[in-house]
């Protein structure tokens, strides 16, 4: 199943299905957006896994990576587009030293 992803005008969002989502910060080195990514990705396995499981706290936990990792990539907390390069690259630097790397 394929869905139909558009962009709007300014470039701050991408719609899915008519919802309106932000977009990551253009801003990231690659690197940088990769290695979040990364730690996404392990989040919302781990918020799978331990919704099956049962797991709680281990669900809080995974929960609160994937905040992380969003933040980090700019897709909550304070717009990146409200945010000067300074505060963008300490964004996403406190979000990667939190997460581990």
């Known amino acids: 199943m394929s869905r139909e992803v558009e962009r709007?005008?300014?470039?701050?969002?991408?719609?899915?299905?008519?919802?309106?989502?932000r977009?990551?910060?253009?801003?990231?080195?690659?690197?940088?957006?990769?290695?979040?990514?990364?730690?996404?990705?392990?989040?919302?396995?781990?918020?799978r896994a331990a919704t099956k499981a049962g797991d709680d706290a281990a669900v809080a936990a995974?929960?609160?990576?994937?905040?992380l990792a969003k933040t980090g990539l700019g897709e909550r907390g304070t717009a990146w587009w409200d945010q000067s390069d300074d505060e963008r690259r300490a964004r996403w630097e406190d979000a990667l030293r939190s997460l581990g790397g």
């Open 62 to 67: 995974a929960r609160a990576t994937v905040q």
């Open 23 to 47: 977009t990551a910060d253009p801003a990231l080195p690659d690197d940088v957006r990769e290695r979040l990514l990364h730690h996404l990705g392990v989040g919302r396995s781990g918020v």
């Open 8 to 21: 709007t005008d300014d470039g701050r969002y991408v719609v899915v299905d008519g919802r309106r989502w």
